[in-house]
């Protein structure tokens, strides 16, 4: 099975923050990455696929990077509507979910 | 607009089979271009994915649930569905239905609201 491993698993920064959480697969992935926010009681939310491509509707705030075995989500300039639980998603063999990074804001 | 919606029981017995459907509206789930799938979440904790299913009806699930899942779908009434055998408590979550593309970009793109099953006597 592939693992995601997810870091940090807490990450508090303020207002206008630029901010990354990265994804480490335990083997080469390609660039078959996902990355979802969650906030709480609710489905989670598409922002970027394929390692890098923006879901339409999404702030040009958010970018993603990478390819084989490690990934970034960053956030150029954090805002409080940004506050929320982040995945990471591989599917390049069946599919699995990092363990989640929640971002607060200080 | 597409839309997804489970639902099913709210509260499952320990050894009996947890059932759920997902009814998609606003499109076709016969399309070749998209994979149906579930997904669920534990209170408090994170993502685990279940299985997919393909409107031509090959479905492919995690590994780990593998011997208790079956997904299928029903392209006549526009419906997926999930079933997991010999629950117990750990099987207690959120469960949620979601559409994939078939390669890329690959993402789970929409959603259901997800419904809450729990496990108990």
């Known amino acids: ?106 | 607009q597409l839309q997804l919606q489970e639902s099913g029981p709210g509260l499952v017995k320990p050894s009996e089979t947890l059932s759920l459907t997902c009814t998609v509206s606003g499109g076709s789930i016969s399309g070749t271009n998209y994979y149906w799938g579930w997904i669920r979440q534990p209170p408090g904790k994170g993502l685990e994915w279940i299985g997919n299913i393909h409107s031509s009806g090959s479905p492919y699930y995690n590994p780990s649930l593998k011997s208790r899942v079956t997904i299928s779908v029903d392209t006549s009434k526009n419906q997926f569905s999930l079933s997991l055998s010999s629950v117990t408590a750990a099987d207690t979550a959120v469960y949620y239905c979601a559409r994939r593309g078939v390669g890329a970009p690959g993402g789970f793109d929409y959603w259901g609201q997800g419904t809450l099953v729990t496990v108990s006597s």
């Open chain 1, 1 to 106: 099975d592939i693992q995601m491993t997810q870091s940090p698993i807490t990450l508090s920064a303020s207002v206008g923050d630029r901010l990354t959480i990265t994804c480490r697969a335990s083997q080469n992935i390609d660039n078959w990455v996902a990355w979802y926010q969650q906030k709480p009681g609710k489905a989670p939310k598409l922002l970027i696929q394929k390692a890098s491509s923006l879901e339409s509707g999404v702030p040009s705030r958010f970018s993603g990077s990478g390819s084989g075995t490690e990934f970034t989500l960053a956030i150029s300039s954090l805002q409080p509507d940004d506050c929320a639980t982040y995945y990471c998603q591989q599917y390049n063999t069946y599919s699995t979910f990092g363990q989640g990074t929640k971002v607060e804001i200080k």
